[in-house]
C-alpha cells in the first residue's frame, strides 16, 4: 500500500533484498491490492468543475490582455493602431483559449482511456476471482488451550498461496512462537511461523493444498521453528474445505 515511513521503507527493501520468501509474497498479493479502487463508490464531478474551467481561461485571458496592452502601449496611440492592439490582443486571448480547450480536451481524453483500460484490468481480475478458481476459505478454532482464538485459511488456487489469519491467541511469552503445519492423515508438514502483532496472528505460504485435510497452529519454545513435527501443544485447527472438486496442483 506504500503507506511507510521513509525509515520503515529502508527496513522493508533491506529485509525483502535478502529474504526471496517475503518478495515472493509482495509479488503474489500485489495484483489483491490492485482491487481496492473496486471498493470505493463512484462519484460524480461536481458541475462547478466546467464553471472553474471557464473562469479560469477567463482569467488568463484578462492578465495576457493587460500584459499585451501595457508593453504594446508605450505612448498614448492612435485610433488606428489601437484597433491593431485590439485585434491582435483579442486573436492572442482566442489563440489562449484554444490552446487550453485543446489540452484540457485532450487530458480528458487521456485520461478516460487511462481508465477504460484500468476498468478492463480490473473487470479481469474480479472475473477471475469469480471464477471456480476464487480463493477457498476455511475456519480455523481454537482449541481448549486457546478457546477464544479463531480465523481464516483462504486458498488462492490460481497463485496457488494460502494466507491465514487468526484472532485471539494468547500473548507470546520469552521465546515461544506460533508455528502452522499442514496435516495429511495426520502426518504434519510445517509452513513456518506466524507473525503476531496487535492480537493478529497471520502467515502466508506458497504451494499446494492438495491431499491435505487440515491445517493446525502450534506452541513451540522458539525461537526457532520445530522441524519434522509439533513439540508443543496445538492451539488451533481448522478443516480444510472441499467443497470444491478438488484444489488445484
Known sequence: LDALTEEERR???????????CARAVQQLRSVVELFPLTVPP?????????RILARIEEQTQQLRSSQLQTALPSKPTDRSQRAI???WRWAALAT?????????????????????QLSHLQQQVAQLSSPEAPIVSSLYGTALASSAHGEIMYFPRQQVTVVVVYGLPRLEGTHVYQGWLLRHQ?????????LEN???TLNFQGSLAGYDSLAISLENGPQPSLDAPKGPIVALGTLTSSRTSYHN
Open 11 to 21: 527496513a522493508a527493501d533491506e529485509h525483502l533484498a535478502q529474504c526471496p520468501k
Open 43 to 51: 462519484v460524480e464531478p461536481s458541475p462547478r468543475v466546467k464553471e
Open 86 to 88: 485590439s485585434w491582435r
Open 97 to 117: 483559449a484554444a490552446i487550453l480547450l485543446f489540452a484540457l480536451l485532450g487530458a480528458s481524453v487521456a485520461w478516460n482511456v487511462s481508465l477504460q483500460q
Open 187 to 195: 502426518q504434519p508438514t510445517s509452513i513456518g511461523l506466524l507473525t
Open 199 to 201: 492480537g493478529v496472528a
